[in-house]
């Protein structure tokens, strides 16, 4: 028996290989399935089972795209109500691949319908040696219960039998194999590593060390971070099938005069994927600023709107292709093409542009030591700006913009300020398709601003799935 683990990164997302001598299974894959074909082929594998622990809702699954491929038999939920052909489990049922019984849990919590499943090595021995457990239980956390409107004490109480009564019954040296690492908002507080024991997590997983359930609820209800947008559609594309790629219209690039006629339909937007740096000095108007080299499919999910068709603008076409796999991940898939020649050749034209002028840590000091009137909107997390800030800043962190700009004056000068210049990009992208006039970007964030010498390190920043940049405390 072979555990083989695929990791991706902008997403934190756990997929495995399980394989025997010629045949295996993909637990919990991604949309994009060549990674698991390549290593398949590589070990001299035929894939013959997909197993899904649940109805994803970070991602959009790759099970459609298997079966597509391979033929292979997709094991679901039962309680899941799955719209496709499939093998539908609950608890007790088991089946075999080769030497390996797998047999199946019911450990909702997570979600309603939520599996994992135990494997036994029948070759080595006939105790388990491993379980994949989907987004139940994380290395130093457990899966959040808070994804489903009204129903997050009644899932949190699931979980803790689940983890109580099922998990923790089984061997201390039982591999645990998690759907997600460090990153995912699936958990608060993933630790970094990868995979895990039973008996390790007994030991030291926070979580499974509060000592009652009402307690353990009420850890797991209060104070969670938000969840993106996309959380909420994912689950149930997933449940029905997600289209297949080859149906997808292919990325095309679109000539500058194509473009601009798009831009009159409102059924468009314009998602600029360049650096903060290149957004700020030239962009489309009303284009959103999400940087390819953020957390790209996180924010794309949280901020663009589902309904709408999306006109890319990158450097390359390359990158044009990378953002097209990772709107994909997250079940963005109205994507038209992406501006053929980039802002160069739409500046050469003489069609239209909009800058953001990025401020410097220098600057804004300036401003502030100088009660210079602007204001100062923090769009990090309420955590991070809890955690230290700049004094009279405004937290509204940056998927809340979309709303609350109606709090602020748009004729007022508006600093937008993050961790790094990223998410304050999307911010300022976002103020200035709601009209206001006089918007800036701090370039470096509030990292910038502290390595600067105008504000002191957050020991907290030196943890990168915590935050992603360092913070001032208040004045």
């Known amino acids: 028996m072979i555990v083989q683990q695929i990791f991706t990164s902008g997403i934190a997302h756990s997929s495995y290989l399980l394989g025997g001598n010629s045949a295996c299974a993909v ?30 809702a970070d ?54 319908e939520h599996l994992s499943y135990v494997v036994t090595d029948g070759s080595r021995g006939e105790l388990p040696v491993c379980v994949f457990c989907g987004d139940t239980l994380f290395v130093g956390d457990v899966g959040r219960p808070d994804l489903f409107p009204g129903k997050a004490n009644e899932l949190a109480s699931k979980l803790y039998d689940s983890l109580h009564g099922k998990l923790l019954e089984l061997p201390d040296f039982c591999e645990v194999y998690p759907a997600h690492g460090a990153g ?96 700020g000095g030239r962009h489309i108007p009303g284009a959103y600023s999400i940087d390819l080299n953020s957390n790209f499919a996180t924010f794309a999910g949280w901020l663009l709107p589902p309904d709408k068709n999306v006109l890319l603008v990158t450097d390359t076409p390359e990158n044009a292709s990378r953002a097209v796999i990772w709107l994909h991940r997250i079940g963005l898939d109205r994507i038209v093409g992406f501006l053929e020649g980039g802002m160069h050749a739409w500046a050469m034209s003489g069609l239209p542009t909009e800058h953001l002028c990025q401020v410097s840590s220098l600057e804004l000091d300036n401003m502030v030591r100088d009660n210079e009137d602007f204001v100062l909107v923090d769009v990090r997390a309420v955590s991070e700006f809890n955690g230290g800030h700049i ?42 398709q709601k009209g206001f006039s006089d918007v800036h970007n701090v370039s470096g964030g509030m990292t910038g601003y502290n390595a600067a010498g105008f504000g002191p390190d957050c020991p907290l920043c030196a943890l990168p799935w915590l935050s992603s940049g360092k913070e001032r405390k208040d004045d």
């Open 391 to 432: 004094q009279n800043a405004i937290n509204i962190p940056v998927h809340e913009l979309r709303y609350s700009y109606k709090e602020l004056d748009p004729d007022a000068k508006t600093v937008v300020i993050c961790g790094s210049g990223q998410r304050s990009s999307m911010g300022a992208s976002i103020l200035q």
């Open 184 to 279: 995912s908002l699936c958990g608060r507080a993933m630790a970094a590593k990868r995979s895990t024991t039973i008996g390790y997590e007994r030991l030291y997983n926070y979580a499974l060390n509060i000592g009652d359930r009402e307690s353990f609820i009420r850890s797991l209800t209060e104070n969670m971070p938000a969840a993106p947008d996309h959380f909420s559609r994912c689950s149930e594309v997933n449940r029905v099938g997600p289209e297949l790629i080859e149906a997808l219209p292919p990325l095309k690039a679109i000539p500058q005069d194509e473009f601009m006629r798009l831009l009159d339909d409102p059924e468009h937007i314009v998602l600029d994927v360049r650096c903060y740096e290149a957004f």
């Open 59 to 112: 991602f959009i699954s790759g099970h459609m795209e298997l079966l597509k491929r391979t033929g292979a038999s997709i094991v679901v939920p039962r309680s899941g109500n799955c719209n496709f052909d499939a093998i539908e489990v609950s608890e007790g049922d088991s089946f075999e691949i080769e030497d390996m019984t797998i047999e199946v849990l019911e450990t909702p919590g997570h979600t309603p």
């Open 27 to 56: 637990v919990d894959p991604g949309r994009d399935i060549d990674i698991y074909m390549d290593a398949a082929a590589q070990m001299g594998w035929k894939i013959t089972h997909v197993l899904e622990t649940h109805l994803h």
